[in-house]
T-cell receptor, first 115, second 114 residues
Framework: EAEVAQSPRYKITEKSQAVAFWCDPI?????LYWYRQILGQGPELLVQ????????DSQLPKDRFSAERLKGVDSTLKIQPAELGDSAMYLC?????????????FGPGTRLTVL | AQTVTQSQPEMSVQEAETVTLSCTYD???????LFWYKQPPSRQMILVIR??????QNATENRFSVNFQKAAKSFSLKISDSQLGDAAMYFC???????????FGKGTKLSVKP
């Protein structure tokens, strides 16, 4: 069964360093989401792509976060510089399209710890 | 802003018994979708069940069913014949309108006692 792949699974970094997370969605899925999940909370959307275009990045802290999906397939989320408050699980999800009927499939996540 | 509220941070159920997890939401949209996702410890989130707001009939998936009360903006999940593998965090979520953006609640941690 096809799955969403994410790497690394765990990342420990010091504040002010740069970190990057990678996501490979299920083949054929046009829509890709990055969520941030703080411990004890539900996921919150950071950015949504439709193919290679950003359709919603209203919750992305653009002064330090960036995301790209250059060829409309895999995606990278970058934080520079990392802050203590960025410690969280970063989840990637994909769906066929961005309709409410389309199930979002989640990857295993990257757990980031900022020291 | 759209919100999803899960008022039970933790729940516990005996194996083979039935448990109901609560969820309320607030939206001004007329067309939206509601979901329950399961997140087992150290494993990825998976969809449990989905409800289209325009459908009056409650969704059912094997041992999982929902009680959708549109006027009350309530969307509870019932798990029948609970199994040890049902132990997980359960998140209620709503789409932001008819598109796919999900708004999640804070989750309910379900424990299943043997």
């Amino acid at each position: 069964e096809a799955e969403v792949a994410q790497s690394p699974r765990y990342k420990i970094t010091e504040k002010s360093q740069a970190v990057a997370f990678w996501c490979d969605p299920i083949s054929g899925h046009a829509t890709l989401y990055w969520y941030r999940q703080i411990l004890g909370q539900g996921p919150e959307l950071l950015v949504q792509f439709q193919d290679e275009s950003v359709v919603d990045d209203s919750q992305l802290p653009k002064d330090r976060f960036s995301a790209e999906r250059l060829k409309g397939v895999d995606s990278t989320l970058k934080i520079q510089p990392a802050e203590l408050g960025d410690s969280a699980m970063y989840l990637c999800a994909s769906s066929l399209y961005d309709r409410g009927t389309d199930t979002q499939y989640f990857g295993p996540g990257t757990r980031l710890t900022v020291l | 802003a759209q919100t999803v509220t899960q008022s039970q941070p933790e729940m516990s159920v005996q194996e083979a018994e039935t448990v109901t997890l609560s969820c309320t939401y607030d939206t001004s949209e007329s067309d939206y979708y509601l979901f329950w996702y399961k997140q087992p410890p150290s494993r990825q989130m998976i969809l449990v069940i989905r409800q289209e707001a325009y459908k009056q009939q409650n969704a059912t998936e094997n041992r999982f069913s929902v009680n959708f009360q549109k006027a009350a903006k309530s969307f509870s999940l019932k798990i029948s014949d609970s199994q040890l593998g049902d132990a997980a965090m359960y998140f209620c979520a709503s789409t932001d309108g008819s598109q796919g953006n999900l708004i999640f609640g804070k989750g309910t941690k379900l424990s299943v006692k043997p």
